[in-house]
């Protein structure tokens, strides 16, 4: 029953920012972990930048010092704040977290549908 729904991805020039929620809705009891992963075309799926319950952050070495990510529990939302975009930053945006819910005993990892983030030259 649980669903993640990224938003805030668009057309940006190189040198702009943007900044892309995820929002978890259903039953549930808590969430662990939260991230964001970026796919572009041809290339498989890798890591931007994780957060955990505890609010300490991991980033990709490519986009330390631009990207960063945050939550805010009481709205079950992760957001990520990207400034100075570059091209090869064009992808599908996709949100993970890892989510307990009710009647559950451990955490499975959920996954958005994606966010579309295109960079323009």
């Known amino acids: 029953q649980v669903q993640l729904v990224e938003s805030g991805g668009g057309l940006v020039q190189a040198g702009g920012s943007l900044k892309l929620s995820c929002a978890a809705s259903?039953?549930?009891?808590?969430?662990?972990?939260m991230a964001w992963y970026r796919q572009a075309p041809g290339k498989q799926r890798e890591l931007v930048a994780a957060?955990?319950?505890?609010?300490?952050?991991s980033y990709a070495d490519s986009v330390k010092g631009r990207f960063t990510i945050s939550r805010d529990n009481a709205k079950n939302t992760v957001y990520l704040q990207m400034n100075s975009l570059k091209p090869e930053d064009t992808a599908n945006y996709y949100c993970n977290a890892d989510i307990i819910i009710y009647g559950g005993y451990y955490s499975i990892g959920y996954w958005g549908k994606g966010t579309l983030v295109t960079v323009s030259s």
């Open positions: 957060i955990t319950s505890g609010r300490s952050t």
């Open positions: 259903g039953s549930i009891r808590s969430i662990n972990a």
